[in-house]
């Protein structure tokens, strides 16, 4: 478990989702700040699990749920 502030976010989110450049390369950009940490992370499980292009981001089907 890692402790996320609003002033690192994107370092270490950088360096945990390295495997995922297409997400890493979007941090800190509209739509990827630091309220968006629970959606980013919902995609990144949904890459891991589905193993897409890593260079392709792709949003979770989960973020579109209730």
Do not use: C, I
């Amino acid at each position: 478990m890692v402790k996320l502030t609003e002033t690192d976010y994107r370092e270490v989110l950088g360096e945990e989702l390295r495997a995922y450049p297409a997400l890493v390369q979007r941090l800190g950009k509209r739509q990827f700040e630091f309220a968006d940490v629970v959606r980013m992370l919902r995609d990144y499980n949904y890459w891991r699990q589905n193993q897409h292009a890593p260079e392709e981001y792709r949003v979770s089907p989960e973020n579109f749920d209730g």
